[in-house]
């Protein structure tokens, strides 16, 4: 994705194009921070949902919400998992500049890659805390690692002006405006999922101050390292056309960056922590999207709920959930060998979910639950419903964006077809609803003293 991004607006446009973004989506965080110091239950979007919309509409907003949040989980298994079958492509590269991968080797690797991660999310709860904490110190030293030696070893370096004002138009339009916002699909989709901290607020002391303290400090946090390591990355590239605008370049084009900057020792060491980031990433997207399916189930929002809705007797884990995850990421995963921009569009449909599963709760909380709605310790305030205008624009903005084409001319080989499976996937699911589930949901449900109650004031205010 980085690489794309510096073809589409050069240096420039990552830079402040992440600046940009990181900017609006912490509105959003905030936003999503006062609904969850409201409501902290592990459900989150979920859940909130049915306490911000009305009565009659509960069942479709929150089966509207728990799909779109789904989306956006099993997509992001496949766009990490396949990015990560693009990174082991390029080490193997570099060793064997002669032999590319071909992407159905990739997509091989990448098979093998949801695999492993559905076989970690089956054998035991235990091994969760310790993906979680694998991910956090990867990534903290990997970024640390490649800043430090990445610029102390790597001759020359980049020019200032080359980092912050070099623009790139290599998309093809001939709008730089639009060029530029082509960038803003990386970095929405790296600053994305960060709703996680909701999902654990029953389990986190003081859940109605740091839940969304959580969720607000994951979105600052990732935006401040981000811009680091992007600045870092931007200052090694030595010759813009040879490492990221050739097609002889190693792809993606930060493995060349690494290479010709650091050598292949220290690039080996690069792409190992860069690797075993995104690998517990993938591992943790496995988890939160099988835990979802699985409480989705236990409602009734999808099919086969009986037998996706089982946990296995020996490992406690929802084994079924999460097999069905892996099939249908590694079915998603098949449109990476057919079209020449489909990782894109894999890309745009994770982050399309994401989105939307934020922008509904937002705005039933401005609208239908303007007046109704108690907040928790953590508000906005005056500033509430202005952020959450904000919030909303910027939710919409981006979801239009990322269904538009990425490159020009524009062919029937690198369209971007993002919205044929985001659509295929919600009418079906919207046909399921009004023909089938409208009959039976109502809403999230919660398990107490082994029944099954559905969710009112007094169940969550018991949570607290």
């Known amino acids: 994705m980085w690489g794309d991004a510096m073809i589409d607006a050069g240096s420039m446009g990552v830079i402040w194009g992440w600046i940009i973004t990181a900017i609006f989506t912490t509105i959003v965080a905030l936003s999503l921070g006062e609904i969850c110091s409201a409501y902290p239950t592990t459900g989150g979007l979920y859940f909130w949902v049915s306490r911000l919309a009305t009565s009659d509409w509960v069942p479709l907003a929150c089966w509207t919400t728990g799909w779109f949040n789904w989306i956006g989980l099993c997509f992001g298994i496949t766009s990490v998992d396949l990015g990560l079958a693009q990174f082991i492509a390029g080490v193997i590269q ?6 590319p991968l071909s992407v159905y080797a990739q997509y091989g690797i990448f098979v093998g890659i949801i695999i492993i991660h559905g076989i970690m999310n089956s054998v035991a709860v235990d091994w969760n805390g310790i993906m ?7 990534n903290m030293i990997g970024i640390l690692l490649i800043v430090v030696v990445g610029l102390a070893v790597t001759k020359p370096l980049a020019t200032g002006d080359f980092v912050f004002t070099q623009f790139f138009n290599g998309s093809g339009f001939s709008s730089d405006g639009f060029a530029f916002l082509l960038v803003i699909l990386q970095s929405q989709y790296t600053l ?27 979105v600052v946090s990732n935006g401040i390292s981000g811009l680091v390591f992007l600045i870092a990355i931007s200052f090694m590239v030595k010759n813009f056309d040879t ?4 097609e002889n370049a190693i792809q993606p084009q930060m493995v060349q960056v690494f290479l010709d900057g650091v050598g292949p020792a220290w690039t080996l060491v690069f792409l190992i922590f860069v690797m075993l980031s995104i690998f517990f990433c993938g591992a943790a997207l496995t988890l939160g999207s099988s835990r979802m399916v699985y409480a989705f189930a236990r409602d009734g929002a999808v099919p086969f709920s009986n037998f996706m809705h089982t946990l296995n007797p020996k490992t406690k884990t929802p084994v079924n959930a999460v097999w069905a995850n892996v099939i249908v990421a590694g079915v998603v995963g098949v449109l990476y060998m057919i079209n020449s921009t489909a990782y894109e569009a894999i890309v745009s449909v994770n982050t399309i979910g994401s989105q939307l599963s934020y922008l509904v709760p937002i705005l039933l909380r401005i609208t239908a639950s303007r007046n109704k709605f108690t907040p928790g310790p953590f508000n906005l305030g005056r500033f509430s419903t202005v952020c959450g205008i904000i919030s909303c624009l910027w939710l919409t903005f981006t979801c239009a964006l990322f269904i538009t084409p990425t490159t020009a001319p524009i062919t029937a080989d690198n369209m971007n077809y993002a919205i044929v499976p985001f659509a295929f996937i919600m009418i079906c699911s919207m046909g399921y609803f009004f023909i089938w589930g409208r009959k039976w949901f109502t809403g999230p449900v919660r398990v107490v003293d082994g029944q099954e109650v559905i969710l009112d004031d007094e169940s969550i205010n018991s949570t607290r």
Do not use: C, R
Request: aromatic letters at 12%; a negative charge; charged letters at 10%.
């Open 132 to 138: 979680n904490q694998g991910a956090f110190f990867a």
């Open 192 to 218: 994305s999922g960060y709703d996680s901290a909701a999902h654990m607020s029953e389990e986190t002391k003081n859940s109605q101050s740091g839940s969304p303290f959580g969720l607000i400090i994951s």
């Open 94 to 99: 570099v060793w064997q500049p002669d032999a």
């Open 243 to 246: 490492q990221i605008v050739s």
